[in-house]
């Protein structure tokens, strides 16, 4: 008992102090150490260098590169204006009537290509803003709309979306960005038409009151708005990367990489795998890596300073990476103790039939608590992930079904308000949790969760589609 008693201690530590704003680098070995305190049984030193470091090097290994580029290509993305194009011509094309869903999906076309959610969240403000102001919609309801665009579907469930939370669970069940992509696109939808309704009607009921945008002072339009070219043909530029992306990611995952000759991946040097086990990962980094060779060529004229830009990119690749590698490392630990075997059983006992019902509450559980979606996925898939693999197979029940929902269930309980992506949303907007979460609750935990229950009543009824 003793052992379960410093699992939950660890936990719930874990979420105060992260909440504090400490350092998940810093909490997440400190955390692990102080569960093993709790099992007399368990060497300490041996569970930080032998465990906890190798389940965060293991992680590192795999994900680095997606880590890397897709950090570099937001940046790009960034310093080229190229995400205020894209989300200037689709404001635009819809006009200031369509306010909520034009910021929507702007939003959501930018991380869909694969530019990082606190990229999309600064070039996409300004523009919500004016738009929200002329519109004469209440300023409160932004950090909504954009993490309905940005936290969402585009996160978890469109397939071939190139989020790290629809990369992670590619290894452990050797599935491709595109697995489940009917169900992604339900669970997707559920998500969109759910929260635009949402956010429409609560627009317009604060028109029917009186409320407009609001006195509050905005942030300045960065300068480069003002004299970028929005012309049809700076949009077709900017959006060409983006395309890239998704087109190269399918063909490569779907066509071109299982026809190509990979048996010396069976070697030992190779790690003794197979195509399938790698090709989600390797069709994410091909695509990316080449979109971000395209938008350098189309961008030129507008990167001045591109070493900077690229050197900047790839050094904000690193805390992200790390944060998530030490919550993996902390997951292994937790895993590697004689009480996680009760807790696992305990969870695993919710719906013994149907190993998506106990995955869906466990990563959520875990997101909630680390205040992450990948966070929160890549523990439950350490610590469990063999298991409702095995589950699933023994069930009928697809890898391809076992990803989608994993990564469905880490866009829910993840929005809580101590997540960063939230916090860090509300302070480019300049709004408080008392004045915007409530919507942010809605779209972005709420919705998601719902979505969440339709794709695995769907999946559990017909199987992966």
Not at 24 to 44: Q, R, Y
Not at 72 to 81: I, P, R, T, W, Y
Not at 344 to 355: H, K, S
Request: glycine residues 10%; contains cysteine.
């Amino acid at each position: 008992m003793t052992s379960i008693a410093g699992i939950v201690i660890a936990l719930v530590l874990l979420m105060a102090l992260a909440w504090r704003g400490v350092s998940v680098l810093l909490l997440a070995p400190l955390m692990a150490l102080l569960a093993v305190l709790f099992s007399p049984d368990t060497p300490l030193l041996a569970s930080y260098t032998q465990v906890f470091m190798k389940a965060l090097g293991g992680f590192v290994v795999a994900f680095f590169p997606l880590f890397l580029l897709g950090a570099v290509f937001g940046k790009l993305m960034e310093d080229s204006g190229a995400a205020r194009v894209i989300a200037h011509g689709i404001v635009r094309g819809l006009g200031s009537s369509r306010a909520v869903l034009a910021i929507v999906l702007a939003c959501a076309v930018l991380t869909y290509g694969g530019v990082s959610l606190f990229v999309v969240a600064f070039a996409v403000y300004p523009i919500a803003a004016a738009l929200f102001r002329q519109a004469n919609l209440p300023k409160r309801l932004i950090p909504g709309t954009i993490a309905l665009g940005a936290f969402t579907f585009t996160m978890t469930a469109l397939p071939g979306t190139p989020a790290i939370q629809n990369a992670i669970p590619m290894p452990y069940f050797g599935t491709t960005p595109f697995a489940a992509p009917g169900l992604g696109l339900i669970g997707g939808a559920v998500m969109l038409v759910l929260g635009v309704l949402w956010l429409t009607r609560r627009a317009a009921s604060a028109r029917s009151r009186g409320e407009g945008y609001g006195d509050s002072d905005d942030e300045p339009v960065p300068t480069a708005t003002a004299t970028a070219d929005f012309s049809s043909g700076a949009f077709v530029r900017a959006i060409a990367p983006v395309v890239l992306v998704i087109a190269l990611n399918y063909l490569l995952a779907t066509w071109l990489l299982p026809a190509l000759d990979t048996r010396y991946l069976a070697q030992a040097v190779y790690g003794a795998t197979s195509i399938d086990a790698v090709r989600g990962i390797w069709a994410v980094i091909v695509a990316l890596a080449a979109a971000t060779v395209l938008l350098v060529i189309l961008q030129r004229h507008a990167l001045t300073g591109l070493a900077k830009t690229l050197d900047q990119g790839a050094s904000s690749s690193v805390l992200p990476l790390l944060n998530t590698a030490s919550q993996v490392g902390f997951g292994a630990v937790i895993a590697s103790l004689a009480g996680f075997a009760l807790l696992r059983d305990a969870v695993l006992a919710i719906a013994p039939d149907n190993p998506l019902v106990s995955m869906s509450i466990a990563v959520n559980i875990l997101a909630g608590i680390t205040g992450s979606a990948s966070g929160g996925m890549s523990i439950a898939l350490q610590t469990l992930g063999d298991t409702w693999l095995a589950m699933g197979q023994a069930a009928g029940i697809s890898p391809e079904l076992l990803h989608r929902v994993t990564a469905i269930a880490t866009g829910g309980l993840d929005a809580l308000p101590h997540n960063g992506a939230v916090i860090t949303l509300l302070s480019i907007c300049g709004l408080t949790h008392r004045q915007s979460y409530v919507d942010i609750l809605v779209v972005a935990v709420l919705f998601p969760l719902l979505a969440l229950a339709v794709v695995v009543t769907l999946g559990s009824a017909f199987g992966s589609f």
